[in-house]
């Protein structure tokens, strides 16, 4: 007994198909290759970017010393962890906690998530 028409396999239809998914299969498979060969690249740029930055910064610092440039502008204090952010006024809007970023009101007296000290300006003790 043999199949009717409808029921026997095409076999270069199926051989087609299979070069197809090899050939999708392949080019998926070189996109991801390509992709980690881009973001190794990037990475090696950026620090590249960052070595070079401070390349400039040290020269800038030693032209400022030798009066080639103006003075460098003294570097920022930051302040110690544990000091409290300050901030002008209680409010009732969204405010970011400094230290982790989480959003929360303006009223608190400290931050939900890593529990720094609010300090708001128009409460500090008159002097």
Known sequence: MSFPWYLKPDLFL???MLDKQ???ESAANSSYATDQRQDKEIQSLKKRVTELENQLLALEKILSEHGILP???PEPETPPPDAPARFPSRTLETVACPRCGRRQRGDRNFCYACGLSFVYDDEAPAP
Do not use: G, I, R
Request: hydrophobic share 45%; net charge negative; no cysteine.
């Open 22 to 24: 090899e050939a999708l």
């Open 71 to 73: 003075p460098m502008p």
């Open 14 to 16: 199926h051989a087609e």
